[in-house]
């Protein structure tokens, strides 16, 4: 008989008083658009979007939180960043870790803004570089091996989603061992998780709408 786990009811493991605050905050003053805003001709459109975070559950942050701390990660990729939820998350483990660096995308200017505000609140701000513009291009050289990387992605019109373009980027950076996990469960970038050919194994979660969590392991 499967058991009933209500989201989000247990303690974060971030302890630091100054994250939980601004973690709160966002958490408190999130929006969602109305359905007809995805009918329009701008529905894919990132800028027409640029007040809403759309940002991850409290349990996918606690989880990256736990994990990036479990593994001692110090180089953290976040795809994308939008006004910086996940980035908190990422960026606390960092400075918990006793150094590192996460490193962001976002597209939208007025985000990366709000973002940078958001970790300066945190007292985290010395832990991240949010890159601006398009992740597919930003993210082409992260400087060494990854640790953990999140694909939080966008709707596009047409084509492969960007969260398969981007996990097909970052696969070769990521290191043996490291961690990637999915928010949106897009099918192509299932597709390529789940064929052993690419060299990951995968769980999916029951967290949102299902919450994919894969293992780098050739
Ligand atoms: C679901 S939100 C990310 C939420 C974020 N992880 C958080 O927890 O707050 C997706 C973001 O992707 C951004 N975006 C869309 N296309 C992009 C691209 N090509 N490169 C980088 N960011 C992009 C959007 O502006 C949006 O802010």
Redesign the pocket.
């Known amino acids: 008989m499967p058991r009933e786990v209500p989201q989000g009811t247990g303690p974060s493991p971030i302890r630091d008083p100054r994250v939980l605050e601004v973690i709160e905050r966002l958490n408190a003053t999130r929006r969602h658009p109305q359905d007809d805003a995805f009918a329009g001709p701008s529905r894919h459109d990132?800028d027409a979007?640029?007040d809403y975070?759309?940002?991850?559950h409290p349990d996918q942050?606690d989880l990256i939180y736990l994990l990036c701390r479990g593994m001692g990660a110090t180089r953290v990729v976040?795809?994308?960043?939008?006004?910086?939820?996940?980035?908190l998350y990422f960026a606390a483990a960092m400075r918990d870790n006793g150094g590192g660096r996460v490193i962001g995308?976002?597209?939208?200017q007025a985000?990366v803004d709000t973002a940078r505000r958001n970790l300066a609140d945190a007292g985290l701000a010395d832990y991240a570089d949010i890159r601006v513009?398009?992740?597919?291009e930003?993210l082409r050289d992260l400087g060494g091996p990854v640790d953990f990387a999140?694909i939080?992605?966008?709707p596009l019109p047409e084509g492969p989603s960007?969260a398969r373009q981007v996990i097909e980027i970052l696969a070769p950076q990521l290191r043996i061992g490291g961690y990637v996990l999915n928010?949106?469960a897009e099918p192509d970038f299932l597709a390529y998780i789940r064929d052993p050919a690419n060299g990951f194994m995968s769980v999916t979660l029951p967290i949102k709408r299902g919450t994919e969590l894969a293992l780098k392991i050739g």
């Not at 976040?78 to 939820?85: P, V, Y």
């Not at 995308?105 to 939208?108: H, S, Y």
């Open positions: 990132a979007f640029a975070g759309f940002s991850i942050g976040d795809f994308a960043t939008s006004i910086g939820m996940s980035a995308a976002e597209l939208v985000k513009g398009d992740a597919r930003t999140l939080d992605g966008w960007l928010d949106n």
